[in-house]
């Protein structure tokens, strides 16, 4: 069973960094089976917004305007695990956070449950 976990959300003030963590279960977690790793979110009212990814065949990766500078996706194949290391928050950071992967079979993807995250003094 296919299963990818978030955590590391939580109440932070502006300025502040929080790492969120991606536990991946059920697939092969590398660059053979997944061809994109990517972290969304989704503000209250607001569409859903890709943050991050990483194209694993050769490593790149990409940002959202919004948060170049300040957010760097990462992933640990031996771990299992994709990272969100996130800088700088602001309050317009707040959202819940949704880790997703791309397979490159089928080009299915998968989902986590999400993560909130606020940024609020």
């Known amino acids: 069973q296919v299963r990818l976990v978030e955590s590391g959300g939580g109440l932070v003030q502006p300025g502040g960094s929080l790492r969120l963590s991606c536990a991946a279960s059920g697939f092969t977690f590398s660059v053979s089976s997944v061809a994109i790793m990517r972290w969304y979110r989704q503000a209250p009212g607001k569409e859903h917004e890709l943050v991050a990814r990483i194209i694993t065949a050769g490593g790149r990766t990409e940002y959202a305007d919004s948060v170049k500078g300040r957010f760097t996706i990462s992933r640990d194949n031996s771990e299992r695990t994709m990272y969100l290391q996130m800088n700088s928050l602001k309050p317009e950071d707040t959202a819940v956070y949704y880790c997703?992967?791309?397979?490159?079979?089928?080009?299915?993807?998968?989902w986590g449950q999400g993560t909130q995250v606020t940024v609020s003094s």
């Open positions: 997703s992967v791309k397979m490159r079979s089928l080009g299915v993807d998968y």
